[in-house]
């Protein structure tokens, strides 16, 4: 540890000591240091036992071999500097990086080029004051390598004290000295504890000159004695210095014994099941320990637990206060109950008064005694428990008695508690009973349901209103009876949890009936809101007044029922009510329009419900007819339609369908025996055609459903019109012979005849009549059947040409008397011949061989064979080919022009170009290149003997076989064919 401390204490020395650099010389070779002192007369200052770092850097271009070694040289002259008596320091560290530090990992970062960072060893023995430093390459046999010594460092080495120690410590208490004791309370740290009064000396031994006391990594101001007194906790040690040098001491943990004295309180224990934890704020609103607990409960206060690890045993003093009469203040006194020398202290209404009291608590740890502090004091308030009763009492500036018991009311009830003037520190809650709650569980509810203003005062008004929804016990429709009571509870201070509570008797309320009148078993009835029914004349409904409430059947009572209606009252000129004789049912059935209520007597109150409102309609009538389409004078049908026509029918009791009724158009369907709807079929009028025919079906049967919107919107009273039947007739049957898709050979005719069920036909929109016509040009010929019931039927026949793809084959070239085979195409028959003579083996067949010797002289001939194509149906077409015979051609060049007769100049640098120099053989030729039809593609008079498969405009021509005349001299020295392949696969 001391070795570290050297080298931090003499690292501090020369950055405080480190003189201005000189930047001024450059190292002759390729070892330049940087960032040192290269000035002999102001040297930088370092310490025996320390490290120093030095930035190097090899230039670029340098090459020193991984063989050699680098030598990090000090010897302890200046001017000159005696290199012969140098030492080698010992390199502790290399870098390549210093932010952040990056080391050495490679050959390469050591003898490679680019910034060092040395870190370097100066030894405790080293000669005092001037030193001179450098680096050198050197190879094997210890010679410096070319280029291979730095620029000279100059340094100034002091000397490090040896002696830092702390050899004198004691515990200081009431101004005299005394041993000092280890801490108990911390066991895996090696300190000094002291008690809150003592303080602790400490005295270093050291061959030093000044001094400086530190508490951790800080200095201590003005501590600059060899000595220092502390009264507080932390880690101290002391520098010693000596000039720029310095070292630390050994480290002294001192500790101030904090005895505890925290006062606890333990929720989880069973015992304290009903005590509660609250805050109580301070004047500078902190928080302080605090429970409240009613006074017939009991709390457990627990002081601190001794950490058995230590060893020490705690004894305890538990004290509260009371209030002194003469001075005015609280006196603090040791509690002598059981438990106040006891670490746990038990808290009840014997042992405290109510309202707020106050305990602290003493510990004695054996070497320290301490007090819990004033601040941290535990409040503990003790509640008591409230009285009260309920009762029913007239509204404010009304007159009535106090009521104990039920109440039936019309509107509202004013509820209170006895006494009238409560406590101020009493909670109100006021509850409801839930008959639904299962036995077991709790059936008195908030009436609120949370927290409301309403039920928290000492008086609550209980009314049929619904203004707040809050309130579970409004509810719609409201209950019959209710009871209701109030809960008294005292509360804690500061965070409102119950402490004591009071619950009183229940009392009774009866609301006044509140009926609502429904519509039953009436599927052909409209509701209208809450209080109206709408049904078509031929129709009625069921009114259902309410039950008997199960809550007034289980004491007995059940509901009697009247049913009213209103009528005018001639002589009082207004409408009166009037009962309506033997309706004393629940359910009431109404067949006219009017206005109805209904009486109900539950034994304690009569009421009379609100208006029922019954509103009948009248059933609208109407007809259908067939009309013609607008802006046409077709006729009508009378329902007997072509597939392709269609009818019009109109209901007739409407003009322009300004009259208020709705529309539904129904088909017939026979599979099912019911009418359906068409969709979208919802105008006064509706077209007819086979779109509505069913599938094997040639009548369909059509009605017309009306309805209309009354005064609600409401859809009602349909009627129904007699129905519609519409035959449909099937157009007649039209086919042709010999069919409706015919092919044609070039200068043929051929006979159409028309087949089918029709009585007459015409073609072409009547230019020809009758069932049958010749034809000889292809076309669309149109025929028109007319069947029975004027029904019609059009169709075409295609006449198309028939054609030949007479295929003769690809052109050839031939020597004299040489045999070429002819294979032709695309028929069932053959007939060959020619333009010049030629022999044919057979002129008759697919495939025929042909011939011809030239006459002497005669180098070359060209013959155009053609071939007559029949097909199975006797129609032909011609297709021909060239035939190239030459003569008297040397083998040599027949090799040479055999061998170039393809080329494929597509880039890719393979047989790209024609080449026939050598048939050329160095003579001037003239050539002629040609496409099969004879048009001349590209012509040269000096022809080098290469083509690239152009245009004489140098567009490229297209893949094919062309034929080439090669004139040398006015000698025809070769006509050939010659084949352009580019886009080959």
Known sequence: MKKNLYKLSGLWSLLLLLPAFSFGQVAVGDIDLQLVSNNPGNPTGICQCDTITVRYEIKAGSSFSSTSDFFYELTNSVSPPNWAARINLSLVELWTNNNPVTQATSVLDTFGPGLKWAVLAIPCNSNLFGSSLRITNRDGVGNITANGASDTAFYNVNRIPTIAMIDSIALIRNQSRMDTFDNKYTTSVVDIGFCKKDSVFLRVANDGNSYQWYNGTAAIPGETNDSIIVGSSGVYKCEVIDGPCSIFSDEVIVNQLNTPTSVTFNA??????????????????????????????????????????????????????????????????????????????????????????????????????????????????????????????????????????????????????????????????????????????????????????????????????????????????????????????????????????????????????????????????????????????????????????????????????????????????????????????????????????????????????????????????????????????????????????????????????????????????????????????????????????????????????????????????????????????????????????????????????????????????????????????????????????GCITRDTVEIYALTVNAAAGPDQTIKSGEVATLTAFGGSSYRWFANKPIEFNDFLSQSIQVSKVLENGVLADTITIYVEVTNARGCSGIDSLVLIINSNIPDQISAVNQSFNIFTPNGDGLNDLWDIRELMAGDACAITIMNRWGSVVYDDENFPGTWGGTDNGGNELPDGTYYYILDCGGDIRMQNAITIIRNQQ
């Open 268 to 789: 989880s224990n069973a015992l304290n099941a009903f005590a509660y934890r609250v805050d109580k704020p301070s004047n500078n609103n902190s928080p302080r320990d605090s429970i409240e607990l009613c006074e017939n409960e009991i709390a457990l206060l627990d002081g601190p637990l001794v950490n058995p690890a230590t060893g020490l045993v705690f004894s305890y003093q538990w004290i509260t206060d009371s209030f002194n009469s003469v001075t005015g203040k609280f006196d603090w006194y040791d509690i002598t109950t059981p438990t106040g020398t006891q670490r746990t202290l038990q808290i009840n209404q014997n042992s405290s008064k109510p309202g707020w009291n106050h305990y602290r608590i003493v510990v004695s740890d054996g070497y320290c005694q301490d007090t819990t502090p004033m601040g941290n004091m535990f409040w503990v308030n003790i509640d008591t428990v409230p009285q009260a009763d309920v009762v029913g009492v007239p509204f404010p500036g009304l007159v009535g008695p106090t009521v104990f018991n039920e109440i039936c009311m019309k509107d509202s009830v004013l509820l209170t508690t006895l006494p009238s003037v409560p406590d101020p520190g009493w909670k109100y809650e006021w509850q409801w009973y839930d008959p639904s709650v299962p036995p077991g569980a709790n059936p008195w509810k908030s009436v609120s349901g949370g927290p409301l203003s309403f039920d928290t005062l000492p008086e609550l008004v209980v009314d049929t209103s619904l203004s707040d929804p809050g309130q579970p016990y409004f509810q719609n429709p409201k209950p019959a009876l209710r009871y209701f009571r109030v809960r008294i509870s005292t509360r804690t201070t500061f965070t409102n949890i119950e402490t004591c509570f009071f619950e009183s008797d229940s009392v009774a309320v009866r609301w006044f009936p509140d009926y609502d009148l429904s519509i039953v078993n009436s599927p052909n009835a409209f509701i209208v809101g809450q209080d109206s029914v709408n049904f078509c004349e031929v129709d009625s409904a069921i009114i259902r007044a309410p039950s008997t409430p199960t809550s007034l059947i289980n004491f007995g009572y059940s509901y009697s029922y009247q049913w009213l209606s209103d009528s005018l009252d001639q002589n009082l000129g207004a409408r009166v009510k009037y009962p309506l004789t033997g309706e004393i049912n629940r359910d009431f059935i109404v067949h006219e329009s009017g206005n109805y209520w209904v009486s109900i007597d539950d034994g304690i109150c009569t009421d009379t419900s609100k208006v029922y409102k019954v509103f009948v309609d009248s059933i609208p009538l109407t007809s259908t007819a067939e009309i013609e389409f607008p802006g046409t004078s077709s006729g009508l049908t009378g329902y007997n339609l072509c597939l392709y026509d269609s009818a019009l029918v109109s209901a007739t009791d409407t003009v322009l369908g300004l009259r208020p009724w709705n529309y539904q158009w129904q088909q017939w369907n026979p599979q099912t025996n019911m009418w359906a709807n068409l969709l979208n079929d919802t105008l006064v009028t509706l077209q007819i055609d086979t779109t509505l025919k069913r599938v094997n079906e040639d009548t369909a049967w059509f009605r017309l459903s009306t309805t209309y919107f009354n005064r609600f919107g409401l859809q009602t009273c349909d009627y129904f019109t007699d129905s519609i039947e519409v035959i449909f007739y099937e157009s007649p049957d039209l086919a042709f012979f010999p069919g409706d898709s015919i092919g044609l050979c070039e200068g043929d005719s051929i006979l159409l005849i028309a087949q089918g069920n029709f009585n007459s036909v015409s073609w072409d929109n009547g230019t020809v009549m009758g069932a049958t016509r010749y034809v000889n040009t292809p076309g669309l010929y149109a025929a028109r059947a007319v069947g029975i019931n």
